[in-house]
Each structure stands twice: as C-alpha cells, then as structure tokens.
C-alpha cells in the first residue's frame, strides 16, 4: 500500500539567505538590503530575465523577508481575484510575472502602484515587481509600463551548471531528502534547466519517494515517470 503524501513542509518557502546569486549578486543584495531595511525607499525595484532565473522565488523570499518582521504585504500575480483593492495596512506591494498580466489585472496593478507610491493618506510604501521582459518591452499599458522603469532596475541571468547543482543540493537539503551527484546529473541532462521547472521536479521527486518509501535515485526518478 502506498503512503499518502501530505503537503505539510515539504515545500519550505523561500528565503533570501538561501537565494544563490551567482551572476546576480548585485540584484539580490539590492533585494535583501530592501527586505530588511527598517525605511524602505519609496522608489520603485524591478527585476527581469527569463523563464527559471529565480524571479518569483526572489519576490516570494522578499515577501518571507517582510512577514518575518510583523509586516503586511500586498501581493499580485495572475491568480490574485480580480478587482482585488489596495489595503491601507500594506507596507509593500509585490508584482510578480507582470509580463503576463491581462487587462483587468493591469488595471489592479496601476492602481496599487499609484496608491503605494503617491498615497492620499500615510507614508509612500515600497514597490518591488518582477517580469519577463525589461520594462520598456512589456506587453502592458503605457503608464504602468513607465512607472516599472522609474526606479532601480536589474536584470538577472541563468545560473551556471555548478551553480544548478548548488541550488539543487541546497533545496534537497531543505526538505531533508538527499540527491546524489548521480541523481543531479541525470536531472540537469535530461530535464529543463530553469530553475521554476527544477524546484517542480524536485517537489514531484520529494512526494514520490515519500509514497514509495524510497530513497530519490535514477530508478525512482524513471519510475515516477513511467506511471505518470
């Protein structure tokens, strides 16, 4: 009989100190000096790459980062409810794959830019957003495209091979399982190399082998595949 799964822990939420920077060590100190600045600027922080260089997980390590200290914060992706209001308790905004945002998400994404930044009431908060493309290339309306680009802008690239296997050693450690350099090897030559579709892998793998009762090895890793 196989053990259920639970979703308990086995996918610890991200943190900044666990972020490997590789080539982006200037972005991810900017975030971390942001994340843990008692007085946040006002100015806004956007960070683009492409797909699996790390920007949700940069953005949701940010967002850890806040909560840790008591704040509350606003954040907005593609599967935040439409017509969602800005919330006068925030003390930061956090838009993530802004590349992607419909109209109507646009519009909440504006209107929560305007109301961070150049509030009626209170202090300005902080802005950090994060996209695909840099902002003058974003498939988004004209005003909320050029308030993306005021600020501070970084670009981050893919991560090294030897960085990969970092990143993969680390996150495993995280969840207490144990990958072999086999086991990694395997992975980086036979599946998608951006970092989202690597830490989903390593979910499955963590869940499979928690069911099974099995060690992460090549044989398990092909037999998840042959009865998916």
Do not use: C
């Not at 006068?88 to 994404?109: K, N």
């Not at 050029?146 to 995280?174: C, N």
């Not at 144990?178 to 869940?207: I, N």
Request: a neutral charge.
């Amino acid at each position: 009989m196989k053990q259920i799964a639970l979703d308990i822990g086995l996918t610890p939420e991200p943190t900044l100190a666990g972020f490997l920077a590789g080539r982006n060590a200037e972005a991810v100190q900017h975030v971390r000096l942001w994340a843990e600045s008692a007085t946040r600027s006002p100015v806004p922080s956007y960070v683009w790459g492409p797909e699996g260089t790390g920007k949700t997980h940069l953005l949701r390590a940010a967002r850890q980062a806040l909560q840790s200290q008591g704040r509350v914060v606003g954040w907005l992706d593609t599967d935040t409810p439409l017509r969602t209001p800005f919330d006068e308790r925030w003390d930061a905004v956090l838009l993530d794959d802004v590349h992607r945002y419909g109209p109507e998400h646009q519009h909440m994404a504006f209107n929560w830019f305007v109301n961070a930044v150049s509030p009626l009431h209170g202090k300005p908060r902080a802005v950090l957003a994060a996209g695909r493309l840099p902002p003058a290339d974003l498939p988004v309306r004209d005003d909320l495209r050029t308030r993306l680009g005021w600020g501070h802008v970084f670009e981050l690239h893919p991560l090294a091979e030897g960085d990969m296997r970092a990143v993969l050693r680390q996150s495993a450690d995280a969840r207490g399982v144990f990958l072999s350099d086999e086991v990694m090897g395997f992975v980086l030559g036979r599946f998608s190399r951006d970092l989202g579709s690597l830490m989903q892998l390593l979910d499955k793998l963590d869940r499979y082998a928690l069911q099974t009762q099995r060690a992460i090895t090549i044989p398990l890793i092909k037999s998840m595949l042959e009865n998916e």
